[in-house]
């Protein structure tokens, strides 16, 4: 029978943002938050102030995510973030970063059934997309010790098909078929290193725009 005196360990669960850690090995490996899976017919997302997942919209049309996705905790696309992708921007526009969490999609061949999971995921590269003219990285990574991708160490392993995918998932997620004004625009598909790059800028972001010590 349990001491009536005794006392939880945590009374509250943590915010997925701010208090769960990025990952000790950063950015070889960090910890990742799934929103949501490729069986969501409705897109969640992380309500940063209270931390609970909520209904962002329905999935619109055939546009199911080709794999798990989420989010890095203590990231934020700012302006160190927006830095790096404004190389890639061969006119004269300033990019600013969206102000969320670093996006991440994780390949693995196992099903994991729904989000508010958080598991450990090695980056191999990442898309520079920009989301109505705003910096909203979307890092590519396999989950740790994974059967099938584990081994994938580059974006270049990857099979065309499964890149060609997920490049038109998160170019098609927030438009409408036939819409002469796409929502979001690819402006490079990048290589571990770079991922790697945005990653740190990420966390440098979070670091000077929240604040915390480490």
Not at 57 to 77: D, E, K
Not at 82 to 92: G, P, S, T, V
Not at 129 to 143: N, R, S, T
Request: with cysteine; proline share 7%; net charge negative.
């Amino acid at each position: 029978m349990a001491n009536s005196k005794e006392k939880p360990t945590f009374r509250y669960q943590a915010h997925p943002w701010h208090g769960l850690e990025p990952g000790e090995d950063l950015p070889q490996e960090l910890n990742v938050y799934i929103e949501l899976v490729p069986s969501d017919g409705i897109k969640y997302e992380l309500d940063k102030k209270s931390g609970i997942l909520k209904v962002d919209r329905p999935q619109r049309f055939s546009s199911y995510a080709p794999a798990p996705y989420g989010m890095v905790p203590q990231t934020y696309c700012a302006d160190k973030t927006a830095k790096i992708m404004q190389q890639d921007l061969k006119e004269d526009r300033e990019i600013k970063g969206d102000k969320d969490p670093l996006d991440i999609m994780v390949l693995t061949e196992k099903i994991i059934p729904h989000g508010e999971i958080m598991l450990t995921a090695r980056p191999i590269g990442g898309i520079a997309l920009l989301d109505k003219g705003e910096a909203d990285d979307k890092i590519i990574a396999v989950l740790k010790d994974d059967a099938v991708y584990g081994d994938y160490k580059k974006i270049n392993d990857l099979p065309e098909d499964i890149l060609s995918r997920i490049k038109h998932y998160f170019l098609s997620y927030k438009s409408y078929p036939h819409t002469d004004n796409p929502v979001c625009e690819v402006l490079s598909i990048y290589d571990k290193e770079r991922a790697q790059e945005v990653i740190k800028a990420s966390r440098e972001d979070y670091k000077n725009n929240f604040a915390i010590n480490n």
